[in-house]
């Protein structure tokens, strides 16, 4: 089965750190450009930070530029977000998408796959 795979969500502190994961099973991940997103309660589902192919073009929106980094590791065909300095507003269920295109980044458009999700919740 072709999916992605999140993890890594979880309750944190505000001001705290996560990793999360996002891991192609199925197929490899080289050769998708991929994009987190966020949903927040009660809220349209944002995108927040993409990469592309090659890990060479990222980029993220406001909210989140200079805290959080998106990385990829296309031997262990997983894609990360590592986020720092939570803030309540962060809470949202997190998911990460991915669409066969080489050399760009986006946030918007069409994806071939989206994972699941995975709940992310900042407060003391």
């Known amino acids: 089965q072709l999916q992605l795979v999140e993890s890594g969500g979880g309750l944190v502190q505000p001001g705290g750190s996560l990793r999360l994961s996002c891991a192609a099973s199925?197929?490899?991940?080289?050769?998708?450009?991929i994009a987190w997103f966020r949903q927040a309660p009660g809220k349209v589902r944002e995108g927040i930070s993409c990469?592309?192919?090659?890990?060479?073009?990222?980029r993220y929106v406001d909210s989140v530029k200079g805290r959080y980094t998106i990385s990829r590791d296309n031997a262990k065909n997983t894609v990360y977000l590592q986020m720092n300095s939570l803030k309540p507003e962060d809470t949202a269920i997190y998911y990460c998408?991915?669409?066969?295109?080489?050399?760009?980044?986006?946030?918007?458009?069409?994806?071939?796959?989206w994972g699941q999700g995975t709940q992310v919740t900042v407060s003391s």
């Open positions: 998408a991915g669409v066969k295109v080489k050399y760009v980044c986006s946030i918007y458009g069409t994806f071939d796959y």
């Open positions: 990469i592309s192919s090659s890990g060479g073009t990222t």
């Open positions: 199925g197929f490899t991940l080289d050769g998708y450009g």
